[in-house]
């Protein structure tokens, strides 16, 4: 198993400019989340994901849409990149079950925003 | 609402000496207790685990934690520290109420090991 595996590692952008984080995982996980980690501030929920089609938001929201067609992907979209969304990025997933049950967190995107 | 408290940002400690992490909390009930460890570069790895039963949890890694109820806290220990233990660790708590697996994490305690 590839566990959950993010992609890309690095990013540079623009203000303005939009794009994808993709995360992606292989164990069969129904729960799926997106962090920010700022520092100072620990990890903060951004967007998380019960299953297939069903999303709901987090802590930190706004800026960020996401979507959940399969099972395996769940990717962040960035719509209109701003520097307070310099950050780096963490995907997790975790079986049904509740918070008992171990989140699996993939290796970061770390984003910059210029 | 609940809140988790890791009132040290940075420790250093000598490779070899003991190490505690401090880790508080606030939520109506017992929450679900957890440790990660993020090393340099790396995502977040689970350390230990606590939701009920013996108050002392044994993780990876020779680390430990004790939930104490009556100070609402979580703290971390390790008897001996080694080089590789150098990372930042993070505490984060989950709601009993919650059917998924919504964290709520601390901000964290960097680590620092010199020789």
């Known amino acids: 198993n590839a566990g959950v595996t993010q992609t890309p590692k690095f990013q540079v952008l623009k203000t303005g400019q939009s794009m994808t984080l993709q995360c992606a995982q292989d164990?069969?996980?129904?729960?799926m989340s997106w962090y920010r980690q700022d520092p100072g501030m620990g990890l903060r929920l951004i967007h998380y994901?019960?299953?297939?089609?069903?999303?709901d938001q987090g802590e930190v929201p706004n800026g960020y849409n996401v979507s959940r067609s399969t099972t395996e992907d769940f990717p962040l979209r960035l719509l209109s990149a701003a520097p307070s969304q310099t950050s780096v990025y963490f995907c997790?997933?975790?079986?049904?079950?509740?918070?008992?049950?171990?989140?699996?967190f993939g290796p970061g995107t770390r984003l910059l925003v210029l | 609402a609940q809140s988790v408290t890791q009132p040290d940002i940075h420790i250093t400690v000598s490779e070899g000496a003991s190490l505690e992490l401090r880790c508080n909390y606030s939520?109506?009930?017992?929450?679900?207790l957890f440790w990660y460890v993020q090393s340099p570069g790396q995502g977040l790895q689970l350390l230990l685990k606590?939701?009920?039963?013996?108050?002392l949890v044994q993780g990876i890694k020779g680390f430990e934690a004790e939930f104490k109820r009556s100070q609402s806290s979580f703290n971390l220990r390790k008897p001996s520290v080694h080089w590789s233990d150098a990372a930042e660790y993070f505490c984060?708590?989950?709601?009993?109420?919650?059917?998924?697996?919504?964290?709520?994490f601390g901000a964290g305690t960097q680590v620092v090991v010199t020789p």
């Open positions: 997790a997933s975790g079986p049904r079950g509740g918070p008992a049950e171990t989140q699996y």
């Open positions: 164990m069969n996980h129904e729960y």
């Open positions: 994901s019960v299953g297939a089609g069903i999303t």
């Open positions: 939520y109506g009930a017992t929450p679900y």
């Open positions: 606590y939701f009920s039963g013996d108050t």
């Open positions: 984060a708590v989950g709601q009993t109420t919650d059917s998924w697996g919504k964290l709520q």
